[in-house]
């Protein structure tokens, strides 16, 4: 059973920067995709970014594209979600995802078995 541990998480003021780390216990697969997912109050938790574990392919919300950076450290089994131009709207626990078999649904929160335990993130105006 792989854990996945998060960190990094803070209150900001809007346009600052956090950088949100994930440790797994063990390797992914060389087929594994990660990601971070994150849920505001009342609403669906939702998808940010994804990144195949082995290669650069990565994908991103809309909401994020172009302030939000994901990558990952194969050697150190941790993946990193560089977030910039932070704005209220950001304001969300932040989950980070293991999918060990590379579902093409890479959106849907429901294909990854593997979650960490959260981080909170609040952007301030």
């Known amino acids: 059973q792989v854990q996945l541990v998060e960190s990094g998480g803070g209150v900001v003021q809007e346009g600052e920067s956090l950088r949100l780390s994930c440790t797994a216990s063990?390797?992914?697969?060389?087929?594994?995709?990660m990601g971070w997912f994150r849920q505001a109050p009342g609403k669906e938790r939702e998808f940010v970014a994804t990144?195949?574990?082995?290669?650069?392919?990565?994908n991103y919300a809309d909401s994020v594209k172009g302030r939000f950076t994901i990558s990952r450290d194969t050697a150190k089994k941790t993946l990193v979600l560089q977030m910039d131009n932070l704005k209220p709207d950001d304001t969300a626990v932040y989950y980070c995802?293991?999918?060990?078999?590379?579902?093409?649904?890479?959106?849907?929160?429901?294909?990854?078995?593997?979650w960490g335990q959260g981080t909170q993130v609040t952007v301030s105006s």
């Open positions: 990144i195949r574990w082995i290669g650069t392919h990565a």
């Open positions: 995802a293991l999918d060990q078999v590379r579902s093409v649904q890479y959106w849907d929160p429901a294909q990854y078995p593997y």
């Open positions: 063990e390797r992914p697969s060389t087929s594994a995709i």
